[in-house]
């Protein structure tokens, strides 16, 4: 998968996306919360 | 590549530069506004700001070197950095550091802890750890900076150095943190845009995602044997667990660096800059993609550099580095990219330098001025800005001559120190002030004295990557490390030492009568 084959470097590489994505997704979410 | 240019290029820069510190000094009226940009800093601002003082040259250069060298793993520290050091730093860590800082009115990040517990020892220690901590952190990168302005300007490195210390000291000097946040968010913005570019051009220099990435996994028979007999595996792998590499990479990179962020005093303070936690949400946002553009680009474009090298001169990147991992990046950058992406590149390097050092100086400032004078002599308010001022400038002289005067070998390891240093002194107090009532002054004081020692004693007599430059151990003991056999040499201190805190702390305030409650309510007001 995405030419790699060690898991745990197919795991941390998606980790680092999906993490980006939560931040991404938790400011849109929330973008108008807590004023 | 044309000089000429370049210097006009960089002049540009520097005016701007000087144009937003000018606005940050029109717009400071009070010490409010120079320690924490009187509390009403935009989201974008904000969180460029704390991402450009998060990631400094070393970060891109340095460890997307080390990502050149061992490959891959060192993503962990990517996730890290979004997850902990933006997402659970800004959502849990911040929103209540934002809330406590304005219900306790504090300005610094020792001023806050101080005022939770109601100590002024622990304002003036934490002021101390600060400001005798952070230079040689501090050093580090503007070495760095001074090195990188003599080769790409052809100009004299103590001139370099001269002149950059004397641009940054002015704005932080004159702005204080309004000069600096916006000069960040500049610099960050101008980081970003470098970035992307060098991402995008890396893989489509390589055939895409997929085909990058596996001829990078086919080079795995390519390591060097004196890099396989400390457990790389391949640079799309993990190394060995258990082995020398494995421990610097779990232990120093990832706990020290990716966990020890959260009590960085620099970073917190950006938490009290903002006016609710609205503008907190928002900033999340940008901070995450502004990390994984950062630190994840450097690390996946360091290790498929080898691809590059492999392709076209049939050596892997550590050799055309000639050895020093520090120059991966540069020496790929100047052989595989077009020459006007040279200069964006070495803009977005000066940029990440003097942004994190702007945010430095501002902090060993105001640990002098406001946590060490206003506390020992209880001089108030705007009186001690001009403390501040001068903390600032001798936190730059210092710097400069810790470059001079210390070799290579004591410098390196100087961010790893600060990082790990903070962890412990500072984490488990703060935490236990923003989530534990029952928490006392007599627990806190105990955890960070306790946090502060464990520490300094793991970097004199155990990590060996500091206790061997250090040389203490060696005039004490006779030998480098007081406990040889592995995993103790490579077993960062953050590791024992951040535990030890946490009991500690925990331990003495459970022994130690509670706090007042109503101070307690005050603190925690408007905190669910």
Known sequence: MLGINDPWIIGVYLLSVLSTLLCVAYGLVKWNKGG | MDILLLNIIVLVYILAIGYLGYRGWRETRDSADYMVAGRTIHPYVMAMSYGATFISTSAIVGFGGTAGLFGMGL???????????????????????????????????????????????????????????????????????????????????????????????????????????????????????????????????????????????????????????????????????????????????????????????????????????????????????FILMMTGVAFVVGALSNVYFAQHDGIIAIAAASGNSDSIIPVYINAAMPEWFVYI?????????????????????????????????????????????????????????????????????GTAIFFGLCAAAFLPMYACALFWRRATKAGAIAGMVAGTFASLFMLVFVHQKEAAPLGI??????????????????????????????????AVSLATKPPAEEHVEMCFEGID
Request: aromatic fraction near 10%; charged fraction near 10%; hydrophobic fraction near 55%.
């Open chain 2, 345 to 413: 590149f070495m803009l977005t390097l000066l940029a990440a330098a003097m942004s994190t050092l702007s945010s430095q100086f501002h902090a060993q400032g105001t640990a002098i001025g406001r946590d060490v004078y206003e506390t020992l002599t209880g001089v108030r308010g705007g009186r001690s800005i001009p403390i501040t001022r001068i903390g600032i400038v001798i936190a730059v002289v210092v710097a400069v001559i810790l470059g001079y005067v210390l070799p290579p070998s004591i410098i390196a390891p």
């Open chain 2, 75 to 289: 993503l962990w520290l990517t996730f890290l950095n979004i997850f902990v050091g933006i997402f659970i730093a800004f959502v849990v860590f911040g929103k209540r550091t934002r809330r406590m800082g304005h219900n306790l009115s504090a300005m610094t990040f020792p001023e806050l802890l101080a005022r939770r517990f109601d100590s002024r020892f622990i304002q003036y220690f934490g002021g101390l750890v600060i400001f005798f901590g952070m230079p040689m952190y501090a050093s580090v990168v503007l070495i760095g900076a001074g090195r990188f302005i003599e080769t790409t300007l052809a100009i004299n490195f103590d001139l370099a150095l001269m002149i950059f210390s004397i641009i940054i000291a002015a704005y932080v000097v004159l702005g204080g943190l309004k000069g600096v946040m916006y000069t960040d968010a500049m610099q960050a913005t101008i980081m970003f845009v470098g970035m992307a570019f060098l991402l995008v051009m890396t893989y489509s220099h390589l055939g895409g995602v997929v085909q990058a990435h596996r001829a990078l996994t086919e080079m795995a028979n390519l390591v060097p044997a004196n890099l396989a007999s400390m457990g790389h595996l391949g640079w799309t792998a993990m190394p060995a667990s258990g082995s020398a590499w494995w421990w610097t990479l779990v232990s120093t990179l990832v706990l020290g660096v990716g966990i020890g962020v959260l009590a960085m005093p620099q970073l917190v303070v950006r938490f009290m800059t903002v006016k609710s936690s609205r503008e907190l949400n928002r900033a999340v946002l940008i901070g995450g993609v």
């Open chain 2, 473 to 506: 151990a060696k005039m004490i003991l006779g030998r480098d490390v007081l406990i040889t056999s592995m995993p103790w040499p490579v077993v960062d201190p953050i590791v024992v030492a951040l535990p030890l805190a946490f009991v500690v702390t925990v």
